[in-house]
């Protein structure tokens, strides 16, 4: 028997595979100039060895911190191999930082050693943390880096020889630091082991039945547990073949070339999807053609053909709730979007939606292992396999974020119905008072509005105020539209007016909306009002927005377009 058959680590199972079937693509890699490049598996090991036996002649400290810095790649999943097979631990770094957060994560975590690889300032922060990143710091390129003047990955392969033995790790030894994307503060530096890693395939084979026949597309960041859970950890568990995404604008080419079997997103692009289909095919005549026995068929596999979508098995959404017309639509087209539910502390490794017992709105059942209950005060309390170290030097943080009996403190509120789903209705902190002292949750009122085709992000937000209001931030296209006569401002107006009086129709009298605030900003993971995994720094937009709330009122109109 092999000694990799454990795959009790990620290291473990890439060896298996390079090892059984090493003539096998595993990754396929847009490359400029429309050309793309295939990876076997054979050929990773291969990479991977040598980049692992230069950084080892390096002689860093055992279990240094490393940072990867770098959009998807394919060189960016060779590169976490690489430093774990030279015995360290793997920091990544959002692409879309700012140098403010990557300098004090390369400080926190002590990084000796940086590697680059995918960036050019167009889609990323390279403009802000290329010029300021320290001389002193070493540094690796990855094919697609913007730095030439570093030594790169395919000179290192060219003239380095393999490490003569891998040297696999404990499953309990720390594998990475992954710094939280946070909505308030500093990130926190969150520890896993290579076992915590692992666990999210225990869920996969037994309630998704992934195989070694799948395929995926990779476009979400792998700087984040959720990316780096199903598509990083499940490829190199199971052993089937990722593709990546080169850009925004060959996204729907890079996703007909990938054709999924497996497709990951979030609720912004399956909105996208949708609203788009309803551009090209008007509800009015879905609604004809799908009633139509043949015809029906054949327009519901062309519109999943469009969307690079006819191949796919399992479709998963995450982050947040989709409205449940969308869920439907989905559904009655061949999809069913099952929602999954974790965190950065316990690696994505929660909850998910199981096939066929799909509740618009929750997140589904416990995963295998998992264990969860709701305390006193409404918050989700998680016991997962997946369960963090801790937090990078805080203890009294980690402490604080774990109960006496070992569950983590989710910080979300949430509800369990009566087959055991989870349903999350906000966080526990995100409570506020209006001036007539009830309190009010946000998110349920940002998801009843969050169903227009021109609204891209929505925080609704009030306290002391005497009703709560709701911030609106058009997409790019509206506000192009808008600019260039498309869309007309008073015909927005009537729809957003529409908008609040039916879903204040469904509020309680505390909750009901003043008014909406159409801001003439974009809210921006660069200008710090989102998080890198898109969620809104709702503190950061209250500072900003607030101060304004009295003068809005006055102002005593049902929508307000901000100067």
């Known amino acids: 028997m092999s000694r990799y058959a454990s795959r009790s680590t990620l290291l473990h199972c890439f060896m298996l595979w390079a090892e059984t079937s090493p003539r096998q693509v595993y990754m396929t890699q847009p490359m400029p100039g429309g050309q793309t490049l295939e990876i076997t598996w054979g050929e990773a090991a291969d990479q991977v060895k040598r980049v692992a036996n ?40 959002y692409p879309t930082l700012n140098w403010d957060t990557a300098e004090y994560v390369l400080d926190h975590a002590e990084v000796k050693l940086l590697m680059i690889g995918k960036m050019d300032g167009v889609a990323d922060g390279w403009n802000d943390i290329g010029p300021n990143l320290p001389e002193d710091l070493p540094k690796i390129g990855l094919p697609l880096c913007p730095r ?88 190199l568990y199971f052993g089937f073949q990722v593709f990546f995404a ?58 999943l053909k469009q969307l690079g979508l006819d191949q796919v098995r399992l479709a998963i959404t995450a982050s947040a709730p989709l409205p449940p017309n969308i869920l439907q639509w989905y559904h009655g087209i061949g999809l069913e979007l099952l929602d999954v539910y974790g965190m950065s502390e316990n690696f994505g490794y929660s909850h998910g939606s ?11 059942h416990a995963n295998p292992g998992v264990q969860c209950k709701i305390a006193d005060n409404g918050e989700v309390l998680v016991k997962s396999p997946g369960q963090m170290m801790g937090y990078y030097k805080a203890p009294e943080k980690t402490a604080e974020d774990l109960t006496d009996d070992g569950f983590l403190k989710t910080g979300d509120r949430g509800e369990i119905d009566e087959q055991g789903r989870l349903k999350i209705t906000g966080r526990v902190k995100e409570l506020f008072k209006c001036s007539k002292g ?13 169903n227009h085709p021109k609204v891209e992000v929505i925080c609704v937000t009030g306290p002391g105020q005497p009703q709560p209001f709701a911030l609106f931030m058009l997409s790019l296209d509206a506000q192009a539209e808008l ?64 101060p304004n709330a009295d003068a809005w009122l006055a102002m005593r109109q049902k929508v307000v377009w901000e100067d």
Do not use: C
């Open 54 to 93: 230069h950084i080892k002649s390096l002689n860093l400290p055992a279990q240094s911190s490393i940072a990867l810095l770098g959009r998807n790649s394919a060189h960016w999943i060779l590169a976490d191999l690489a430093i774990w097979m030279a015995g360290h631990v793997t920091v990544p770094l």
């Open 148 to 235: 030439s003047d570093i030594p790169q990955w395919k000179d290192i392969v060219a003239g380095t020889e393999p490490v003569s033995e891998v040297v696999l790790p404990a499953t309990d030894a720390l594998a990475t630091i992954v710094y939280t994307s946070g909505s308030t503060g500093r990130p926190k530096g969150v520890m896993h082991s290579f076992g915590t890693m692992v666990s999210v395939a225990n869920a996969l084979r037994d309630t998704y039945k992934i195989s070694r026949n799948e395929r995926m597309l990779s476009y979400l960041p792998l700087a984040h547990v959720a990316e780096r859970a199903v598509v990083e950890t499940a490829s």
């Open 246 to 303: 080169d850009k925004l604008e060959t996204f729907q080419q890079d996703l007909q070339r990938a054709r999924p079997t497996v497709f990951f997103s979030v609720p912004r692009l399956w909105t996208k999807f949708y609203l788009a289909i309803n551009e090209k095919l008007p509800p009015s005549k879905q609604k004809v053609l799908f009633n139509l026995p043949i015809i029906s068929t054949l327009v519901k596999r062309k519109i």
């Open 354 to 364: 199981r096939p066929g017992e799909v509740r618009p709105g929750y997140v589904g």
């Open 438 to 450: 009830k309190y009010i949750a946000p998110v349920p009122i940002e998801q009843k509005l969050n």
């Open 483 to 546: 600019k260039d006569g498309r869309l007309d401002k008073a015909t927005l107006t009537e729809e957003f007016k529409s908008l609040l009086a039916s879903v204040n129709a469904t509020l309680e009298d505390h909750e009901k909306l003043d008014y909406v605030v159409v801001v003439k900003d974009q809210w921006t993971m660069d200008n710090g009002y989102l998080t890198p995994t898109m969620k809104i720094k709702r503190n950061i937009i209250e500072d900003r927005y607030l």
